[in-house]
Nanobody, 123 residues
Framework: QAQLVESGGGLVQAGGSLRLSCAASGRTFSSYAMGWFRQAPGKEREIVAAISMTGSATVYADSVKGRFSISRDNAKNTVYLQMSSLNTEDTAVYYC????????????????WGQGTQVTVSS
């Protein structure tokens, strides 16, 4: 079983940047594909980005392509989400999630979840 803890959220002005981190403990981190999801008030949880077990493959939501970058450091059991050119529509609670085997695009495919970190972008 994996335990996930996100950090790095906060308040940032539009156009700014933030880097989220998700530290994992438990089973071998490198055996999990990892994903970042977000949920804004009144909206469904949506995928932001995902990365394969080795980091060789990544996928992004269209809304964040070219602005966000997902990466992982298996030696540190950590996955990152670098966010730049933030806008008010990026305001949400951001969740880190883990699943065995390959990348998936839907929240229901992920087995383990962190508690979330709030990202608020002001105009």
């Amino acid at each position: 079983q994996a335990q996930l803890v996100e950090s790095g959220g906060g308040l940032v002005q539009a156009g700014g940047s933030l880097r989220l981190s998700c530290a994992a403990s438990g089973r071998t981190f490198s055996s999990y594909a990892m994903g970042w999801f977000r949920q804004a008030p009144g909206k469904e949880r949506e995928i932001v980005a995902a990365i394969s077990m080795t980091g060789s493959a990544t996928v992004y939501a269209d809304s964040v392509k070219g602005r966000f970058s997902i990466s992982r450091d298996n030696a540190k059991n950590t996955v990152y989400l670098q966010m730049s050119s933030l806008n008010t529509e990026d305001t949400a609670v951001y969740y880190c999630a883990a699943k065995s085997a390959g990348i998936a695009f839907t929240a229901t495919a992920y087995e383990y979840w962190g508690q979330g970190t709030q990202v608020t972008v002001s105009s």
